[in-house]
């Protein structure tokens, strides 16, 4: 059993960073690839980044290359989601996930365990 807490989540404007933080429980941390999805109103979940068990492999959704980097601290049990340059369909509830294929995947189905999720708020 694997629990996911995320964090960091709020309001900036457009053009502006934050840095999401997904902490998990457990020991076994390290065994699974973990993703981070966003789901705005109205619309359906979308994947954003996953990244391997070790950190050596990382994904991201076209969208996203170049703005967003994912990055874990397998010591820490956590996973991080920088976020540069937002605008405003950023908007989103965004949502850490373990799957444990540890490669990672770009589908939600394949994901074993998720958090409740923090809200990010782009403004223009």
């Given at each position: 059993q694997v629990q996911l807490?995320?964090?960091?989540g709020g309001l900036v404007q457009a053009g502006g960073s934050l840095r999401l933080s997904c902490a998990a429980s457990?020991?076994?941390?390290?065994?699974?690839a973990m993703g981070w999805f966003r789901q705005a109103p109205g619309k359906e979940r979308e994947f954003v980044a996953t990244i391997s068990w070790s950190g050596g492999n990382a994904d991201y959704a076209d969208s996203m290359k170049g703005r967003f980097t994912i990055s874990r601290d397998n010591a820490k049990n956590t996973v991080y989601l920088q976020m540069n340059s937002l605008k405003p369909e950023d908007t989103a509830v965004y949502y850490c996930a373990a799957d444990s294929n540890k490669w990672g995947s770009r589908w939600p189905y394949e994901y074993d365990y998720w958090g409740q999720g923090t809200q990010v708020t782009v403004s223009s």
């Amino acid at each position: 059993q694997v629990q996911l807490v995320e964090s960091g989540g709020g309001l900036v404007q457009a053009g502006g960073s934050l840095r999401l933080s997904c902490a998990a429980s457990g020991r076994t941390f390290s065994s699974y690839a973990m993703g981070w999805f966003r789901q705005a109103p109205g619309k359906e979940r979308e994947f954003v980044a996953t990244i391997s068990w070790s950190g050596g492999n990382a994904d991201y959704a076209d969208s996203m290359k170049g703005r967003f980097t994912i990055s874990r601290d397998n010591a820490k049990n956590t996973v991080y989601l920088q976020m540069n340059s937002l605008k405003p369909e950023d908007t989103a509830v965004y949502y850490c996930a373990a799957d444990s294929n540890k490669w990672g995947s770009r589908w939600p189905y394949e994901y074993d365990y998720w958090g409740q999720g923090t809200q990010v708020t782009v403004s223009s």
